[in-house]
């Protein structure tokens, strides 16, 4: 506990973020190739004057405090680009498949009365159709496939979603789009709630994905996360953007400084 006058901003930022470093320096690195995201002069009720690019095979980390605009961003680019190809608005452009993680995975994510299978495939029925109709065979083969891909811990893929741990239920998640072959993943939150193990899968995950040339925008709150998995973070500030690093400047000082940035 602290008088107002006796902190510092340095004290401050160290006190809410620490100066500890991420875990996984390999993941900072400069990617060169083309944008697969281009968003140039944003401007909604909520954020001003927004740019920000993505390459191909990068991962870039949104952060801020809470409030600051960080999931209305996300919300924005892709409600803006009708989820595919480019955008409606001139401020946002994108080249390549789009697919969006929610953050808030029990409303939006999952349907709770399902089970692993049909999670994973309702957004990919075309995919599992023969003649028009949905064959229960090409359900199986596929559904076992991404069971093993992501390395579920359940019975199988007709496990209820209400009787899987946090990790596991975000790990539908993620399959049910991935199967979807994106180009370009929005993510919110990718490990909110979920225990230690399941977030290494996920982390591994991510870092495959990019490696092999998919573009990942992902707003986090977890600080550690964001400074170990982000190849360049931007940080937004009463949905302004107040600070943009790359490689060794993503530290959680540098990123909480500029979160409390006016």
């Known amino acids: 506990e ?20 991420g875990g996984q320096e390999d993941r900072k690195k400069d990617v060169v190739g083309e944008d697969s995201v281009q968003i140039q002069n944003l401007n909604t009720e909520e954020l001003h004057n927004i740019n920000i690019h993505v390459k191909k095979g990068e991962i870039v980390g949104i952060s801020g405090l809470v409030g600051s605009g960080q999931t209305s961003l996300l919300n924005e680019i892709y409600d803006s680009m009708g989820h595919k190809g480019k955008n409606r608005k001139g401020a946002v452009n994108t080249y390549g498949r789009i697919a969006y993680v929610s953050g808030d995975r029990a409303n939006e994510g999952v ?5 692993i299978r049909d999670n994973i495939l309702i957004a990919n029925l075309d995919q599992v159709k023969s003649r028009g109709f949905l064959d229960a065979k090409k359900e199986k083969k596929i559904a076992e496939e991404w069971y093993e891909k992501l390395k579920f811990r359940a019975e199988g893929i007709t496990s209820k979603i209400t009787s899987l ?4 239920q975000q ?3 993620l399959g049910k789009w991935l199967l979807a072959k994106p180009e370009i993943l929005f993510v919110d939150e990718p490990t909110k709630g979920i225990d230690v193990g399941a977030k290494a899968e996920i982390y591994k995950l991510m870092n495959e994905l990019a490696q092999s040339g998919m573009s990942i925008v992902m707003v986090s ?18 949905g302004r953007m107040t600070g943009e690093f790359t490689g060794s400047e993503i530290t959680q000082e540098n990123v909480m400084r500029a979160a409390i940035a006016q």
Do not use: H, Q, Y
């Open 171 to 173: 790990k539908v998640v």
């Open 221 to 238: 709150s977890d600080m550690p996360e964001l400074v170990s998995m982000s190849d360049r973070c931007v940080v937004l500030s009463n």
């Open 111 to 115: 349907f709770s009365l399902w089970n």
């Open 2 to 21: 602290f008088l107002a006058e006796e902190v510092s901003v340095s004290d401050l930022v160290n006190i809410m973020g620490g100066s500890a470093k």
């Open 165 to 168: 741990s946090g990790g596991n």
